[in-house]
């Protein structure tokens, strides 16, 4: 699971996307020749950025080592989210932050020379590492996995490694995942009209089964986004899905959440934003029945007038009575 979606809320360079709002850039994807020029235009897209998110399985070594120097005279935080991971050349660009937070996966190993590249051109750069570590002040038991592991592997640090070698520094200052605010989305316009009925035995005629629930909701007139109805019906304990209705002209949209694959489904909206928040129990299908996990997901997701766009998703653990609680 990713905690921010690109395209509805960022700006992207590469596999960087910037976010001036809340100070932060984002690596997605993995790291090539072009990344550090990519890194410079973020940084300068997100303005007074502090804080560096990492999600990737690695790439170019010598890319990584330019971004984690710019990282390092930047004094910028590095930072792994829960469930997310950072892997290969992204673990030197984790190690670059002046105060680093591992909530996920830190995986390094040894390095190889794709293509069958020059085995004194890659001392070279494995001296550049090195040398990168020791700037950094990574522990010399970091260093000693990296160099031991094999390239086709990967080692994973754990929690007690995490803490014991330093790996996390300044924990307590770890970001906050990023929100977004209702009041920066707000409605295109207001419907203050009365109430105009879905057409179900024409354009509407798909969602006939749930006709009553939807038109005792639109009845109830508008609680989204200047002119939207959202519809929310029960299908068992703990199970809930959703419709929205154009209440300006009847017209009904499918909700992209809910049932058993979405369980505990929970929503916030406003009448007066395009915003909404969705959280949710994730579960998985085995053959037989779908399973729930310990693992809850968060998303902000903005109304475009006929779907819904992802701006940012988070993940975290369920609370200790059982549920997936929409307030944290």
Known sequence: ???????AFGQSFGNFTAFPKNGVVVLSGGIDADSPDDFKKALTAAGNAKTVVLRSSGGVVVSALDIAAIIKQRQLVTFIEERQSCASACSIIFFAGEQRVALGKLGVHQMSAPGGGSLAGLQFVLADVLSAFDAFDVDDRVMQKMLRTPA????????????????????????????????????ERYYLGASVLPDFN????KFRNYRTRIR?????GVN???RFSVVEIGCGTSCRFAYIVDVSNGEVFTFPYGGEEQYQLGLIYSTDSRLMRATWRE?????????????C????????????????????????YGDCSIEY
């Open 202 to 205: 024409g354009r509407d005629k």
């Open 297 to 320: 997901i968060s998303q902000d997701i903005l109304w475009n007038g006929s779907g819904f766009e992802i701006v940012s998703e988070r993940s975290f653990e369920i609370r200790k």
């Open 283 to 295: 579960a998985y299908w085995t053959a037989d029945q779908s399973k729930d996990t310990d693992t």
């Open 216 to 220: 005792d909701g639109v009845l109830n």
């Open 152 to 187: 086709k592997d990967m080692y994973y640090f754990t929690t007690e490694e995490k803490e014991a070698w330093s790996i996390d520094r300044f924990a307590a200052l770890a970001p906050q995942p990023i929100r977004s605010s209702f009041s920066d989305f707000q409605p």
């Open 1 to 7: 699971m990713a905690l921010i979606s690109s395209s």
């Open 224 to 226: 989204f986004a200047g």
